[in-house]
């Protein structure tokens, strides 16, 4: 079965600084991984995802993920923080070409001036 | 092009009573997935169907149903309401399935009183 682990709940930074969510994922065959930013009161955006070509793929608004098999990680980053990225972050995964996607808990991104 | 259309936004309804929400996918979109949205739960898969038919179902009780038209628009109903169905449904939409983007609606706050 899949599953995902978003280590830390709130994660805070200041603006300008480096950004990093982290996201592991458990699967039994090759998954697809999605990041999706939800802000207050919103559904979800999709940031980025991957689905076996590129193990590092961008996404929008300057973020990027790197697929690690071997640590079976997907972690989020972006170099430079804005006012704008503070919202919760989600982590997910797939095993099929269906559209069933397991979620993580979320990260709660805080940006400080 | 229009996105993921949710209706009603915002509904409370009392305990026993049932509901019924409304999802307009993508234009194109065959996959329509729905999700529960709690702060304990998370996000939680519901159930998601492909050309009318069910091709996926969560770990949720008998009470929440769904049903796919013939031009994918999806209802999601729930029966005897109570009052831990207080949420957020998100319904998703996609051409096929996970290798497609998966496209989010704004959701439909329900709260049961």
């Known amino acids: 079965a899949q599953s995902v682990t978003q280590l830390g709940s709130h994660v805070s930074v200041s603006e300008g600084a480096l950004v990093l969510l982290r996201c592991n994922y458990s699967?039994?065959?090759?998954?697809?991984l999605f990041w999706y930013v939800q802000y207050p009161n919103q559904g979800l955006q999709l940031l980025l995802k991957?689905?076996?070509?590129?193990?590092l793929v961008k996404g929008i608004n300057g973020f990027e993920a790197e697929f690690k098999k071997s640590e079976t990680s997907f972690h989020l980053t972006k170099p430079s923080a804005h006012m704008s990225d503070a919202a919760e972050y989600f982590c997910?995964?797939?095993?099929?070409?269906?559209?069933?996607?397991?979620f993580g808990k979320g990260t709660m991104l805080l940006v400080s001036p | 092009k229009a996105g993921v259309t949710q209706t009603p936004r915002y509904l409370i309804k009392t305990r026993g009573q049932q509901v019924t929400l409304s999802c307009s996918p993508i234009?194109?979109?065959?996959?329509v997935s729905w999700y529960q949205q709690t702060p304990g739960q998370g996000l939680q898969f519901l159930f998601e169907?492909?050309?009318?038919?069910?091709?996926n179902k969560g770990n949720f009780p008998g009470r929440f149903s769904g049903r796919q038209f013939s031009n994918s628009r999806s209802e999601m109903n729930v029966s005897t309401l109570e009052l831990g169905d207080s949420a957020l449904y998100l319904c998703?939409?996609?051409?096929?399935?996970?290798?497609?983007?998966?496209?989010f609606g704004e959701g439909s706050w329900l709260t049961v009183v």
């Open positions: 998703a939409s996609s051409a096929s399935g996970a290798r497609d983007t998966i496209y």
């Open positions: 699967s039994s065959v090759p998954p697809y």
């Open positions: 991957y689905t076996s070509a590129a193990t």
């Open positions: 997910a995964v797939s095993e099929s070409r269906y559209s069933t996607l397991t």
């Open positions: 234009s194109g979109h065959r996959s």
């Open positions: 169907y492909f050309s009318e038919t069910q091709r």
